[in-house]
């Protein structure tokens, strides 16, 4: 009896110890993806990303958030980066002339608009009233690598008044720097992403920038040519477009783009 009782546990140990090992063959392997993505779209990625876990518990994410241009300039020098979402088509043009984006991966998600704000208690009513001796300090994301620095640039240019604010700019480095300086007070105005402005208590919108005062603020998103998990990084982008991501996105204030 002793003996039929141990070689019974033995088996229930063997047993289990493969279907242990069966499993573990089976579980899909642990992935981390970097992704790079425009500062304005901090909030709607991590809670997209968030969700997306839920399904996916073999995935993590490394996000590095900052200016579109730059970004570029990362991947182009070869940073390890697997998914890029930018908040303009030239940066992500430039990648795909150079062959750095995965064959057909790529797309556009979203848009935007850009805002004029400034502090709450300011007396600021329109883009004219930038030319106010009582407007000392203007944030402007730079020109040369963010977006919302190009579209606002093009924006004051259009209503004919750039020539007249060179002095007041202080530049930043992305659009949220640029929301800070307003929130602290450090600047008089700004240009934002309507955006980054809608989640904000310390700020208020002054005017909205007519949309043909600027090229269409366009939000693509493309996997990153030779990343160390290229299948994952496709099925994250995929996700992107789906209702649910959708619905996120839409909740942060972006409007979806059309297929």
Known sequence: MVDR??????????????????????????ITLTVSAAASLKDAIAENEAVYKQGHANIEFANNFGSSGILASQVAEGAPVDVILSAATKPMDELEQKGLLAAGTRRNLLHNSLVLIAPRDSQLRDFQGLTDRSVRVIALGDPASVPAGQYGRQTLVSLGIWGRLNAKFVLGKDVRQVLTYVETGDADAGMVYATDALNSAN???????????????????????????????????ENL???????????????IAAP
């Open 5 to 30: 009782m141990r070689y019974k546990f033995v088996c229930s140990v063997a047993l289990l110890a493969l279907s242990t090992f069966v499993a573990a063959c089976r579980a899909p392997k642990p």
């Open 241 to 255: 477009a789906s209702p649910a991501a959708q619905a996120i996105f839409k909740k942060h204030g972006f409007t």
């Open 203 to 237: 700020v208020r919108v002054v005017a909205i920038a007519p949309e043909t005062s600027h090229e269409p603020i366009v939000y693509p998103a493309a996997v990153v040519k030779g990343g160390h998990s290229e299948d994952a990084a496709r099925r994250f982008v």
